[in-house]
């Protein structure tokens, strides 16, 4: 991490604003700016009123236990199970026939699930997880794509109380393995296969490699989704389907303490061993279900559409906990958005009249690459609201996504959170928020975010610092599995063990706005400036030529550090001199001259993760002539290759 005793200079303007559409501030759950007010007034008594709204086996002596921190206790002594309130209670209030999943395979099959069916199909698989051994407290791991086997293994675990521990599915044999053995989880979850870019994917092999990597393991379930002859192993794997053959159609869920652990998920940290962020299941239950309600403003009525993978954060809040303990009826989508043409993302909104929609800036990029006509091909009118996370969305972007998906008249929230918030924690509220392109906009009602120096003092409006959060929250990571003191040294060390450091840099305009500016590991110093990598790439972004980019900082000898740029440009933009005056023109322009990138290497690709993020770590090895090391989790594994040939022609014609 840089040295951060000056403030982190934000440079980015951005003049427009949008206001929340009058026909839809009028039909909104939240409307009234005094939510935030109440909420600051008595936190506590906020969260137990959104807590009050779920169903407990039995209620909480206290709301918030914060006498040891940074070891939050919410809902101290209450009793919750995450599956009734995702399932028993809507089929109760006559739910029972309402869809609670479209989902739609990539060659076009289909399955619907209703509250009752979904209901049906978690108590047999949570019967036949009992069946293999697995006991209230077991860790129990995924590694399947996006079928509806996965959030059904999820709640059948919450449903007898043990964790669950999902592993994106195109994640290495070799992290499921030693997520298993970090976790201690004996028993994995997987399937033969499935279908992605018009291609079959193998996945048992891939299970079986993990699965010979595990001390203990024990027991895989195999969900059949390919037609293949995928081979089980005697004694130890078992077929999903034969696992359920005459379970019982309901079992009773277990009384959870409202800390008992609801899930792991492991994620990347500085460190090469990932943190396994632990959530418990009153508090993330309420926090999941109370942004649901009022950051996707949603409705009885509506059809839900989050694009993530449930192998990240994204999908275990936006995908099972919030919408499902919501009663919403949602989209699930197996392949990909381009297969077997550029509008299927836009048919499938079209055909199940998708109302909310929510995904992430590196996708509306994409989908600005393809072009605006494919989403004209299609009736989105359905649309009223739209959501983006994940990182900083740029402007252009933003613009885009308003204009071609949202027809102009859809609020954009654009959220900011983490996997170890659990939810969302900056975001507009639809109703209320006057929008800004590119800001996360106001802490969610309840949450103390603040931008901070490194002595812990609020730095003033428009200058940059650290991100905070000075209050603790009902969804916040709990620990890291079996890593105290890595989850207090990570955390809650920078300042006071009761303020929360979030790894990111970000500013606050003078309307109290925050503009991420992403992590600070991403933050350069170039010449004692401080400049994000994201602002620049915006700023190539915003040129007609360029289609996207990724800036990282390259040591230098002069400058301490210097941006350097990968650009992919737009069909019929070319490569050459003079691309490179015009953009170093632009981002003058835009920016200073101080953020001029050192090189600017026109790539045909970059380096991402199969859920889209761009791996700038690559681009920084290559830049300072490292070994690539593991590109196994990459889409496309041959494309850091392809880069570091290109910016080395670039670096030998500059030199
Ligand atoms: O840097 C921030 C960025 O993503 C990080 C969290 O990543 P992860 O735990 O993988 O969770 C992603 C999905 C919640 C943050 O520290 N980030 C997330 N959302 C935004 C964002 N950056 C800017 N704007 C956002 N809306």
């Not at 006991?135 to 919450?158: F, N, Q």
């Not at 037609?227 to 794997?237: F, Y």
Request: charged letters at 30%; aromatic letters at 10%.
């Amino acid at each position: 991490m840089p040295d951060s005793s000056a403030t982190i200079e934000a440079h980015l303007k951005e003049a427009r604003t949008f206001e929340p559409p009058e026909a839809f501030r009028q039909q909104a759950n939240v409307s009234d700016e005094g939510v935030y007010e109440r909420a600051r007034k008595d936190p506590e008594g906020y969260w137990a009123w959104w807590a009050e709204q779920l169903e407990w086996s039995k209620k909480w002596e206290r709301v918030l236990d914060w006498t040891d921190p940074p070891f939050a206790k919410w809902f101290v002594g209450g009793k919750i199970n995450a599956s009734v309130n995702c399932l028993d209670r809507h089929i109760r209030e006559g739910r029972g026939d309402k869809v609670a999943f479209h989902w739609e395979g990539e060659p076009g099959d289909t399955r619907t699930l209703t509250y009752s069916e979904l209901k049906r199909e978690v108590c047999r698989f949570a019967a036949g997880l009992k069946g293999l051994g697995v006991k209230k407290g077991d860790r129990v791991t995924m590694y399947l794509p996006m079928v509806l086997e996965l959030p059904i293994a999820m709640l059948a675990c919450a449903r007898i109380g043990a964790a669950h521990n999902v592993v994106f599915g195109g994640f290495s044999p070799k992290s499921v393995g030693e997520r298993m053995n970090d976790c201690e989880s004996r028993v994995l979850v997987t399937c033969d296969g499935y279908y992605r870019g018009g291609k079959t994917i193998e996945q048992k092999g891939r299970a079986d490699e993990a699965a010979a990597a595990v001390d203990a393991f024990d027991k895989m379930v195999v969900v059949k989704r390919l037609d293949g002859e995928a081979k089980l192993q005697e004694g130890r794997d078992v077929w999903w389907h034969d696992l359920v053959e005459g379970k019982p159609d309901d079992i009773e869920a277990e009384a959870m303490d409202a800390e008992d652990m609801l899930f792991l998920m492991y994620t990347s940290g500085t460190t090469g061993k990932p943190k396994g962020i632990v959530h418990t299941t009153g508090g993330y239950l309420t926090g999941t279900f109370a942004t649901t309600r009022w950051v996707f403003d949603t409705k009885e009525e509506d059809v839900y559409w989050c694009m993530a993978d449930i192998g990240w954060i994204t999908g275990h809040s936006y995908i099972v906990y919030g919408p499902l303990t919501n009663g919403l009826t949602q989209v699930m989508y197996e392949g990909a958005p381009m297969y077997p043409d550029k509008d299927r993302a836009w048919a499938i909104a079209e055909r199940y009249k998708v109302n909310v929609l929510y995904t992430a800036p590196t996708a509306i990029r994409g989908f600005m690459k393809f072009g605006g006509e494919h989403p004209e091909k299609h009736d989105l009118s359905s649309l009223r609201l739209l959501g983006t996370v994940g990182e900083p969305i740029n402007p252009e972007a933003w613009m885009w996504y308003h204009e071609k998906i949202g027809g102009t008249n859809c609020p954009i929230v654009d959220t900011w959170w983490q996997t170890e918030t659990g939810m969302h924690m900056i975001t507009p509220l639809p109703g209320v928020t006057t929008t800004v392109p590119g800001s996360a906009t106001k802490p969610f009602p309840g949450i103390d975010a603040a931008i901070l120096d490194e002595n812990g003092d609020e730095v003033g409006a428009g200058k940059g610092g650290f991100l905070a959060i000075r209050k603790p929250w009902p969804s916040m990571l709990r620990t890291l599995w079996g890593e105290d003191e890595r989850f207090i040294e990570t955390y809650w060390s920078k300042w006071d063990k009761k303020t929360y450091f979030a790894g990111d840099g970000a500013r606050k305009d003078k309307k109290g706005n925050f503009w991420i500016l992403g992590r600070i590991d991403d933050v350069l110093n170039v010449s004692g400036h401080r400049l994000s990598t994201m602002e620049i790439e915006s700023a190539l972004v915003g040129h007609g030529s360029v289609a996207e980019a990724a800036v990282v900082g390259a040591s230098d000898p002069d400058k301490g550090q210097a941006p350097v740029a990968f650009v992919i440009l737009e069909s019929g933009s070319k490569d050459g001199a003079d691309l490179r005056k015009t953009l170093n023109q632009h981002i003058t322009e835009e920016i200073g001259p101080i953020a001029k990138p050192r090189e600017i290497v026109v790539v045909p690709d970059l380096p991402k993760t199969r859920s889209g993020k761009i791996m700038r770590r690559l681009l920084v090895d290559i830049c300072e002539g490292r070994d690539l090391g593991d590109t196994t989790t990459l889409a496309d594994p041959d494309v850091p290759k392809e880069i570091k040939d290109l910016y080395e022609e670039r670096a030998a014609k500059t030199a």
